[in-house]
C-alpha cells in the first residue's frame, strides 16, 4: 500500500493549504482515512478521520479551521487547512485503517510562520 502525501509548505500565521493523500495503486472506497501530524519532541496525533461513508471526525484544536474530504474515483483524501496557527506547524501523515491494520504515507511538512 502506498500513500503520497503532498501539498505541505511554508505559509504565514493565518494562512491556507490544501494537503492532498493520494493512494495510486489502491482503491480508498472501503477505509477509513486520516491526517495526524507529529510535531518536533511530540507525539503522532490525530487531525482528522472520514470513514467510508463520510463520517469525520476532528481534533478539537483543529474545528472549525479544518476540513477533511475524500474523492474515492480519484483515490485521493484531501485536507483544508485554514486560518493556520504557528501551533500547527508539524510533519502531516496521511492514514489508512482497516479492522485495527494501519498504513502510513511519508509525511509531509507543514510550518507556519508567526
Known amino acids: 500500500v502506498q500513500l503520497q502525501a503532498s501539498g505541505g509548505g511554508l505559509v504565514d500565521f493565518g494562512g491556507s493549504l490544501r494537503l492532498s493523500c493520494a493512494s495510486p495503486?489502491?482503491?480508498?472506497?472501503?477505509?477509513?482515512m486520516g491526517w495526524y501530524r507529529q510535531a518536533p519532541g511530540k507525539q503522532r496525533e490525530l487531525v482528522a478521520t472520514?470513514?467510508?461513508?463520510?463520517?469525520?471526525n476532528y481534533a478539537d484544536s483543529v474545528k472549525g479551521r479544518f476540513t477533511i474530504s475524500r474523492d474515492n474515483a480519484k483515490k485521493t483524501v484531501y485536507l483544508q487547512m485554514n486560518s493556520l496557527k504557528p501551533e500547527d506547524t508539524a510533519v502531516y501523515y496521511c492514514?489508512?485503517?482497516?479492522?485495527?491494520?494501519?498504513?502510513w504515507g511519508q509525511g509531509t511538512q507543514v510550518t507556519v510562520s508567526s
Open positions: 472520514i470513514t467510508s461513508g463520510g463520517i469525520t
Open positions: 495503486r489502491n482503491t480508498i472506497s472501503s477505509y477509513r
Open positions: 492514514n489508512r485503517e482497516y479492522r485495527g491494520i494501519e498504513y
